[in-house]
């Protein structure tokens, strides 16, 4: 997986308090870095749905970064949580829980997600 750059924004998150501010600061940031305002929507809901995650499935909050490089604008998701089950079906109109990550899968060009110290790191793509 590519390291971000240097130069990347990011910001720190830890209580459902943080989460607006985390929506403002992705969709300005996409914003300047070229993305539509269609495809800002997408990645906005995708990192709701990342965070939100964080949240209510581990301790301590997360961190976001966001920038663009080949054509690409990219988000990643840091905190410390365990792996994520990507790859899995819509859960049925019935089911509770569980459409979160399956939602992300759907809006995103790309979804990957790999271990880090102390937890995991989600990257998201959203082709500029």
Known sequence: MA???SDADGMSYTEPDD???VRTFVTERALKLGLSPARIDLLTLAVSELTTNTLQHTGGGGHIRVWAEDGELICDVVDGGGPRPFGRAMPSAEAIRG?????VERVCDS???TDVPGGT???IRLHL
Do not use: F, K, N, Y
């Open 99 to 103: 459409r979160g990550l399956a939602i």
């Open 19 to 21: 989460l607006r501010l």
């Open 121 to 123: 790191l989600v990257r």
């Open 111 to 113: 979804v990957s997600t």
């Open 3 to 5: 390291e971000q750059p």
